[in-house]
């Protein structure tokens, strides 16, 4: 059995009576490019997938996913300190990135954002033309 053993539990308690729930913290978050794509990894262990709502409006990027209580209605909490409710991030994408492309996948409570780098974003070889001189006109 789990015994109650924290010290601040009662003051804790009070708290959340006064001030209400604590608030999710935010989604942890690496971000990285690598070769063509912005790789964007979001820590949500123990969300369901069906709760994960992706969408693109002009470049923000908004994420939104809930997390529930695994305990069953009316049963007596013992400790409660995994957050739940909805968790939200907002990302601002750069003109360079193809906001039309974002894949995305969750596994082992790891949401990862691939985004493309926009075609005209890539760096490219421009050609310079060149080896014919111009000739003077005699008259």
């Keep these: 059995m789990l015994m109650r053993s924290d010290p601040f539990r009662e ?13 999710p913290g935010t989604m942890a978050m690496d971000a990285y490019r690598s070769g063509d794509d912005f790789v964007v990894h979001f820590d949500l262990p123990g969300v369901d997938p069906e709760t994960i709502d ?8 908004n994420i939104r996913a809930e997390r529930k209580s695994p305990a069953p209605e009316g049963a007596e909490m013992i400790a409660a300190e995994r957050p739940t ?55």
């Design 54 to 61: 992706l969408d693109v409006e002009r470049n923000v990027l």
């Design 85 to 139: 409710g909805a968790f939200t991030r907002q990302l601002f994408l750069g003109d360079t990135l193809d906001t039309d492309r974002i894949d995305a996948s969750y596994e082992d409570g790891v949401l990862t954002l691939r985004i493309p780098v926009a075609e005209q974003a890539k760096p490219r070889k421009i050609q310079v033309a060149g080896g014919n001189r111009r000739r003077q006109l005699t008259g």
């Design 11 to 23: 003051f804790d308690r009070l708290a959340q009576q006064v001030f209400g729930p604590a608030r």
